[in-house]
């Protein structure tokens, strides 16, 4: 692999998702030789840590998260880490950022290469980019951006955030992070789309009845109340993971691969997606929020979460294309925090066949991204000691030995930031489109909630979150397939 000289600067480099998952995946790139000698990466933050005191920290990222490793190549590469205190408001700090930058990349040779990385809370991320434009921080070199979700609050904060980040960088060196396109189960949605006869063949309206999307969780909000009762679930899984997933079962096959043929299809589908009115907001929508238990606060219990909060724990809805291959094919989704399990999966729901045997199932095709990857498809066959019709799943389940290979979704969407590879990233037309469904929903939402006596659903724990999401369907012959 190719050694990429590079400085990378993060800005929040003491915390969560640094030490986390950019911190152990960065490792594994370097044991690959894709970042070998020339390259460096400064943490900034606020707090007064030392360079020794980073590297101790991305030693202990990396031994958390690997069972064997070299001491020495650990070693050698926490040595590539500075750590520099940053004020992010303070203009001045950023000059001393730029001339750290400078001697590094004299010291390791790093072309005038910059990767900038934007890992702390995202109300910092518009005076961050406005300083590295006001400052000059980009380098001689390629200069490229990394953003972390939420890319905004609604369409006009996202459009603000992106045109002070383009005051420095062409959106072909904006890459808006999704972590759901870096997972091996995501990534196989096209392959499976476009190269098994068996799947293209039947992927249109004449024989997809519906398709429904799950994002379970087991979770609640945990610590992040604060920001969790700003955002809700709409905002915080279905504007970007969902409707990724979503964009990617319905968009037309792409000319080739290349990350411009993959945008253009994205694009094109995505001009054709209904914003939904107020009425159908009320119709197809359901919002809920988590009750307590013996054991766990109600969602409005919550530390840092509004008694009174409007703030949805659990989203579920629908959507529709008027052009592409499933165009007037009902999409289904849903969300929510407190479920009884982990779970997301994708269900193809196909449309039944008159047959001479009368009741016979529908073929579902399901894709289990998490916990398992799995794919299987229900098919009909015949009842072994009685006349009748019996239903059999064709399962395909990752072995342990393939689920080892799958590199984490961070260490894979970074390899594509360094190779320079926008497929698996967002898009700022793409993000748009989103944001004008999402903001649609929300309006309709803000405005019940004026009138008094929004409609919240309230579920219990660990269940299936609330029962209305069952009346979303357009037919009395749906149904979630996942129960
Ligand atoms: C994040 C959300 O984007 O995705 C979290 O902000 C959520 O609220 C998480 O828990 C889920 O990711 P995963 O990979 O665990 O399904």
């Given at each position: 692999?190719?050694?990429?000289?590079?400085?990378?600067?993060?800005?929040?480099g003491?915390?969560?998702?640094?030490?986390?998952?950019?911190?152990?995946?960065?490792?594994?790139?370097?044991?690959?030789?894709?970042?070998?000698?020339?390259?460096?990466?400064?943490?900034?933050?606020?707090?007064?840590?030392?360079?020794e005191?980073?590297?101790?920290?991305v030693?202990?990222?990396?031994?958390?998260?690997?069972?064997?490793?070299?001491?020495?190549?650990?070693?050698?590469?926490?040595?590539?880490?500075?750590?520099?205190?940053?004020?992010?408001?303070?203009?001045?700090?950023?000059?001393?950022?730029?001339?750290?930058?400078?001697?590094?990349d004299?010291?390791?040779?790093?072309?005038?290469?910059?990767?900038?990385?934007?890992?702390?809370?995202?109300?910092?991320?518009?005076?961050?980019?406005?300083?590295?434009?006001?400052?000059?921080?980009?380098?001689?070199?390629?200069?490229?951006?990394?953003?972390?979700?939420?890319f905004?609050?609604?369409?006009?904060?996202?459009?603000?955030?992106?045109?002070?980040?383009?005051?420095?960088?062409?959106?072909?060196?904006i890459?808006?992070?999704?972590?759901?396109?870096?997972k091996e189960?995501?990534?196989?949605?096209?392959?499976?789309?476009?190269?098994?006869?068996?799947?293209?063949?039947?992927?249109?309206?004449?024989?997809?009845?519906?398709?429904?999307?799950?994002?379970?969780?087991?979770?609640?909000?945990?610590?992040?109340?604060?920001?969790?009762?700003?955002?809700?679930?709409?905002?915080?899984?279905?504007?970007?993971?969902?409707?990724?997933?979503i964009?990617?079962?319905?968009?037309?096959?792409?000319?080739?691969l290349?990350?411009?043929?993959?945008?253009?299809?994205?694009?094109?589908?995505?001009?054709?997606?209904?914003?939904?009115t107020?009425?159908?907001?009320?119709k197809?929508?359901?919002?809920?929020?988590?009750?307590?238990?013996?054991?766990?606060?109600?969602?409005?219990?919550?530390?840092?979460?509004?008694?009174?909060?409007?703030?949805?724990?659990?989203?579920?809805?629908?959507?529709?294309?008027t052009?592409?291959?499933?165009?007037?094919?009902?999409?289904?989704?849903?969300?929510?925090?407190?479920?009884?399990?982990?779970k997301?999966?994708?269900?193809?729901?196909?449309?039944?066949?008159?047959?001479?045997?009368?009741?016979?199932?529908?073929?579902?095709?399901?894709?289990?991204?998490?916990?398992?990857?799995?794919?299987?498809?229900?098919?009909?066959?015949?009842?072994?000691?009685?006349?009748g019709?019996?239903?059999?799943?064709?399962?395909?389940?990752?072995?342990?030995?393939?689920?080892?290979?799958?590199?984490?979704?961070?260490e894979?969407?970074?390899?594509?930031?360094?190779?320079?590879?926008?497929?698996?990233?967002?898009?700022?037309?793409?993000?748009?489109?989103y944001?004008?469904?999402i903001?649609a929903?929300?309006?309709?939402w803000?405005?019940?909630?004026?009138?008094?006596?929004?409609?919240?659903?309230?579920?219990?724990?660990?269940?299936?979150?609330?029962k209305e999401?069952?009346n979303?369907?357009?037919?009395?012959?749906?149904h979630?397939?996942?129960?």
């Amino acid at each position: 692999m190719k050694n990429i000289p590079v400085i990378m600067i993060i800005f929040g480099g003491s915390g969560d998702l640094a030490h986390r998952k950019l911190y152990p995946s960065l490792f594994n790139l370097y044991e690959q030789g894709l970042i070998h000698d020339n390259f460096a990466v400064i943490g900034t933050a606020r707090r007064p840590w030392s360079h020794e005191y980073l590297r101790e920290q991305v030693s202990d990222a990396i031994h958390e998260t690997h069972d064997q490793v070299d001491e020495n190549e650990v070693k050698a590469f926490a040595s590539h880490f500075y750590y520099q205190s940053h004020d992010v408001t303070n203009v001045e700090h950023y000059v001393t950022l730029k001339k750290l930058a400078q001697e590094l990349d004299d010291r390791y040779s790093a072309q005038g290469n910059r990767l900038f990385y934007m890992a702390m809370a995202p109300r910092f991320f518009g005076t961050i980019a406005t300083h590295i434009n006001d400052q000059h921080l980009t380098g001689s070199g390629f200069n490229r951006i990394v953003v972390e979700k939420p890319f905004g609050h609604d369409l006009a904060s996202a459009e603000q955030l992106n045109k002070e980040i383009t005051a420095s960088f062409d959106e072909n060196d904006i890459f808006r992070i999704d972590h759901y396109l870096g997972k091996e189960m995501i990534q196989n949605i096209m392959p499976m789309r476009f190269t098994n006869p068996l799947i293209k063949n039947i992927w249109s309206g004449e024989y997809i009845k519906n398709i429904q999307i799950t994002l379970a969780e087991r979770l609640g909000v945990e610590a992040r109340g604060g920001y969790y009762d700003t955002s809700g679930a709409l905002r915080d899984m279905v504007q970007n993971h969902i409707f990724q997933i979503i964009t990617l079962l319905a968009m037309p096959e792409p000319k080739d691969l290349s990350s411009d043929s993959v945008h253009q299809a994205k694009q094109e589908l995505l001009k054709s997606l209904i914003i939904p009115t107020p009425e159908e907001v009320e119709k197809n929508f359901v919002r809920g929020q988590y009750l307590g238990s013996d054991t766990t606060f109600a969602y409005k219990k919550e530390p840092n979460v509004d008694p009174d909060s409007t703030t949805e724990t659990y989203v579920a809805g629908k959507t529709k294309f008027t052009s592409g291959p499933i165009a007037g094919v009902p999409i289904y989704f849903r969300t929510g925090k407190e479920f009884k399990e982990k779970k997301t999966r994708i269900d193809i729901v196909l449309k039944h066949i008159n047959n001479p045997y009368g009741q016979a199932h529908s073929n579902n095709i399901t894709i289990e991204v998490d916990p398992e990857s799995k794919i299987y498809i229900t098919i009909n066959g015949k009842k072994i000691d009685e006349p009748g019709i019996r239903r059999e799943d064709l399962t395909y389940v990752f072995s342990k030995e393939e689920m080892a290979k799958v590199p984490d979704g961070y260490e894979r969407l970074l390899h594509d930031v360094f190779v320079n590879d926008s497929t698996n990233f967002t898009h700022w037309s793409e993000l748009k489109r989103y944001w004008e469904f999402i903001d649609a929903v929300e309006d309709a939402w803000q405005k019940e909630n004026e009138a008094g006596n929004p409609e919240i659903a309230q579920y219990l724990p660990y269940r299936m979150g609330p029962k209305e999401a069952d009346n979303i369907f357009e037919s009395p012959t749906e149904h979630w397939i996942y129960e």
